[in-house]
Nanobody, 125 residues
């Protein structure tokens, strides 16, 4: 049974930092891509960042470029999202996801096969 478990969320002041972790288990993710999405109250789930395990290619949505960094430790099956210079508009539930189709549109939630339960990130002004 595949499981993705996020951790690291919390409350932080604007300008602060958090690091989210996503521990994956239940299968081999060698040819997968791992993504982070977020969903704020009343808004649709949006793409934040992704990384291909094969080659380590990374992708970011424009609003987080230069502030967030996605990385992964394949040996630990763990993906990280380092979030710096946080803003109140980053407040959301953050979800980790895995897709076996990294060659497709990696920013589209529909291509992801597995999802975590989410972790809350709240940035106060």
């Amino acid at each position: 049974q595949v499981q993705l478990v996020e951790s690291g969320g919390g409350l932080v002041q604007a300008g602060g930092s958090l690091r989210l972790s996503c521990a994956a288990s239940g299968r081999t993710f060698r040819n997968y891509a791992m993504g982070w999405f977020r969903q704020a109250p009343g808004k649709e789930r949006e793409f934040v960042a992704a990384i291909r395990w094969s080659g380590g290619i990374t992708y970011y949505t424009d609003s987080v470029k230069g502030r967030f960094t996605i990385s992964g430790d394949y040996a630990k099956n763990t993906t990280y999202l380092q979030m710096n210079s946080l803003k109140p508009e980053d407040t959301a539930v953050y979800y980790c996801a895995a897709t076996s189709r990294p060659e497709t549109y990696i920013g589209f939630p529909g291509v992801y096969d597995y999802w975590g339960q989410g972790t809350q990130v709240t940035v106060s002004s």
